[in-house]
């Protein structure tokens, strides 16, 4: 998990902070109240913001008498937080129409990031922070996959036994993207999809059944999943289903553990230790693939802009892991919603991956380099100019899918050396869990 | 069943607006978790210490009305969509005609609004305490 999901208050950063006083709301729709508070509706942005003069999603997430514990006063309830999501026509008639869930609105938001509101009142906020997702506190996201006004989004079907793995893939466009996907969009993001879970799979088998450092990753085969059938089509979105036929217990294990990898990745979350989950060892080759095939599966949902909500169930439990468009921390992107049409190249420069680095590893990079140097030391230059400070002593470095590949092969391919050393904490952090993927959420 | 109430002294003209119907159920109304439900989660906003009207057009009138909801299985969305407040739980009170229910006019799924007539609390309605 990065470190700023803990706290939450990321967006308190100087460089973050809006001019409240432009934020002046007017609310044009309402979706939920409860005991007279709204607190989900639809607004008018701010006058003049730049780059959007859509509609905007305002809903309540924390703090004040609602959140309030048993006898608080309502002055000592904590200061409301709400966020504000920027809407493309396509998406509001997608969240009104009920074919995408408010927490995929949220975690799939088209500027890339969010805005967070604070303040009692919501239409004249009283602080205003641009955020990205993982800043956020982890129950800023509702937990359940629901329509603006509270209706379940099609579910899992009913319990088939406990041998079975479902698997529901919710494929929603990105700004830019296309009016609905295809079927044959769907078949790319499935190949891709089972070609991650195939090889997390076995390397959570090797992982659990080889002693570590004792031997390569074990081959368990790929999953045998059922025909992914179209459950629901809808202007806008597919709803794919499938089911993985499990034909020995170990097998539906490594299933649900390279599921929950697959989130882990995507969000940034902890295990039940607190730890980072993620076991493998830099350089372990089984990781590597995993790493790799999650960049393509990204890679693929980028260039045909589309985001994917996965969820799965196995016996009676159920989770999902959400990969949407990268949440660059730019306002220009956000400005970029006008102005169509969004480049591929330039969506492809964007980065998928940011990974948490100490004043240390910073260090590192910081040090000297030759003018002259060849393509690692421009690397590194590269890679410096895009370090983000984001609180004492703690910096977010934001990296392509190419640079990824880069950092890997510098390190691996041409050993230790002054330069490849400078990399080394960055390519480790490359395999911590909470820190890898969360661009891809 | 509809019925001539007498509206708190509080209450907006006109409001609750018409039809004035009576229903009877179970209903059910997010209380703190872990606890005996209090008096004061029974509490309609604008009765609550310290209120402040709510904002909005029509907003007042529902400040005097408590939000519940017409299933387990609503008040666990409504949660669900709000994780902050995973620590509420539903507790269901039962509607024998006391005052008017509405469902709410923004359609949320499941969520309901109910005034109560002079002399009448949400919490002895919870409690099952009797005026007749």
Request: contains cysteine; glycine residues 10%; aromatic residues 8%.
């Amino acid at each position: 998990m990065p470190e700023g999901r803990e706290h939450g208050d990321a967006g308190e950063s100087a460089n973050r902070l809006e001019d409240a006083s432009m934020w002046r709301l007017q609310v044009v729709r309402g979706f939920c109240e409860y005991d007279g508070t709204l607190l989900d509706f639809l607004a008018n942005g701010p006058a003049g913001f730049p780059g959007h003069e859509g509609h905007w999603l305002i809903t309540w997430r924390s703090g004040g008498r609602l959140s309030a514990s048993l006898n608080t006063p309502p002055e000592l309830a904590g200061i409301e937080r709400w966020l504000a999501v920027p809407l493309s026509p396509t998406r509001e008639r997608q969240l009104l129409q009920g074919h995408v869930s408010v927490r995929e609105v949220i975690a799939f938001s088209e500027a890339g990031c969010l805005y967070e509101l604070r303040g009692e009142n919501p239409l004249a906020p009283s602080l205003v922070a641009r955020v990205q997702l993982w800043e956020l506190p982890e129950n800023f996201l509702p937990s359940a996959d629901l329509t603006v006004q509270g209706q379940p989004m099609p579910e899992l079907g009913p319990p088939s036994g406990t041998e079975a793995l479902e698997l529901r893939v919710h494929l929603v466009p990105d700004f830019g993207g296309p009016e609905s996907p295809t079927l044959s969009d769907s078949g790319a993001v499935q190949g891709a999809l089972q070609r991650f879970l195939g090889w997390a799979a076995a390397v959570a088998h090797a992982e659990a059944t080889v002693p570590k450092g004792k031997g390569p990753a074990v081959s368990i085969g790929p999953p045998k999943w059922s025909a992914f059938s179209l459950t629901r089509a809808v202007p806008g979105t597919l709803l794919l289903s499938a089911e993985a036929r499990i034909e020995e217990a170990s097998q539906r294990e490594a299933l649900v553990a390279a599921l929950e990898r697959l989130k882990v990745l995507v969000h940034g979350a902890r295990d039940q230790d607190g730890k980072e989950g993620d076991s493998s060892h830099p350089g372990d080759q089984g990781s590597l693939l995993v790493v790799t095939a999650l960049v393509a599966l990204a890679d693929l949902l980028r260039s045909a802009h589309l985001s994917v909500s996965v969820r799965w169930r196995s016996g009676k439990e159920t989770d999902c892991a959400l990969i949407g468009p990268p949440m660059a921390d730019s306002a220009s992107q956000l400005r970029s919603i006008a102005e169509e049409p969004i480049l591929d190249r330039a969506r492809a420069r964007t980065a998928i991956i940011q990974v948490s680095l100490t004043e240390e590893d910073v260090g590192l990079l910081r040090l000297s380099l030759d003018p002259a140097g060849g393509g690692l030391q421009k690397l590194i230059a590269t890679l410096r100019d895009q370090l983000q400070q984001i609180g004492e002593g703690r910096y977010v470095l934001p990296l392509s899918a190419d640079q990824v590949e880069k950092v890997i092969r510098y390190v691996q391919e041409y050993g230790q050396g002054g330069y490849q050393d400078r990399l080394r904490p960055l390519y480790e952090a490359l395999y911590r869990v909470g820190v890898a993927f969360v661009g891809l959420r | 069943m509809t019925s001539n109430h007498v509206w708190p002294a509080h209450f907006p003209n006109d409001c609750p607006s018409p039809p004035h119907e009576c229903r009877s159920g179970v209903y059910y109304r997010l209380v703190a978790d872990g606890s005996m439900p209090k008096e004061v989660e029974f509490l309609p906003h604008a009765e609550r210490p310290g209120y402040v009207p709510s904002r909005g057009k029509g907003a007042h009138c529902s400040d005097c009305a408590l939000s519940v909801f017409d299933s387990i299985e609503s008040a666990l969305n409504f949660v669900a969509a709000r994780p902050a407040i995973s620590a509420k739980q539903p507790v269901p009170i039962r509607a024998n005609g006391e005052g008017v229910i509405h469902a709410d006019e923004l359609h949320y799924i499941g969520h309901f609004l109910w005034w109560l007539p002079f002399g009448t609390t949400f919490f002895e309605v919870y409690m099952g305490v009797s005026h007749a």
